[in-house]
């Protein structure tokens, strides 16, 4: 089995708090905010409070990668979270394994936990069996307190070397998760949530019941 190089573990860039208004109860999954060819996004009016998220994430990502080439997608979750209900998949991951796509999430409520273990680690080159290896190896380092978390509405940076997981230990309550989403490929799964007033190629694969990379298998 081909294995990835070592490069994960690292740590999220943290760029800074942001307050928003979070009174709407809402689930929006990878909505279409920009395609390539545009630099500015075209935003549902329900999302449009999240317009400074946008624009935050936009002045960061430029610096790293051709913006106008890219999609962007805006996921915006306000639900009521609990132990059962966490509002996330349960286990450690990396957001867009073996991609170069980047994302940037916020919450407000039980911080997404951060696997730093100081040193890098590499995982089989196929997403069944990585996800396999990374719950191993992300349990075992937060037993040994390597799990690390950043303060509620804190901006953060992840590329593919940042593995994460949501915090099983949740306390009851209203929980706003955000996350914009930068690809150079279209996000091509059924279920995702679509900008009517955007021409984004139709989401045609069906989900997985493990977790899905949100290109999607033929990508
Ligand atoms: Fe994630």
Not at 31 to 54: H, R
Not at 175 to 184: A, Q
Request: with cysteine; glycine share 6%.
């Amino acid at each position: 089995m081909q294995r990835t190089p070592a490069i994960y573990g690292a740590p999220p860039k943290v760029l800074g708090t942001i307050e928003f208004d979070t009174s709407e109860m809402m689930f929006w999954l990878y909505c279409s905010v920009k395609l390539p060819g545009n630099y500015s996004f075209t935003i549902p009016d329900n999302l449009k409070k999240f317009a400074e998220l946008l624009v935050r994430v936009r002045d960061d990502a430029i610096q790293v990668r051709d913006w106008n080439d890219s999609y962007v997608y805006l996921s915006a979750k306000t639900l009521y979270v609990s132990p059962g209900n966490p509002g996330n998949r349960l286990g450690w991951h990396s957001d867009g394994f073996l991609t170069n796509d980047l994302n940037y999430i916020w919450s407000d409520r039980n911080p997404t936990l951060f696997c730093e273990p100081g040193v890098r680690l590499h995982f089989a080159a196929d997403h069944t069996e990585a996800l396999e290896e990374m719950n191993v190896l992300g349990e075992l380092w937060r037993d040994v307190g390597k799990a690390n978390t950043y303060p509620e509405k804190t901006l953060l940076r992840l590329d593919q070397t940042v593995l994460h997981a949501v915090n099983p230990e949740v306390t009851p309550g209203v929980r706003t998760f955000l996350k914009v989403s930068i690809s150079d490929k279209p996000y091509a799964l059924k279920g995702n949530s679509i900008n009517h007033a955007l021409n984004h190629p139709a989401p045609v694969e069906d989900r997985q019941v493990e977790r899905n990379c949100p290109r999607g298998i033929a990508a």
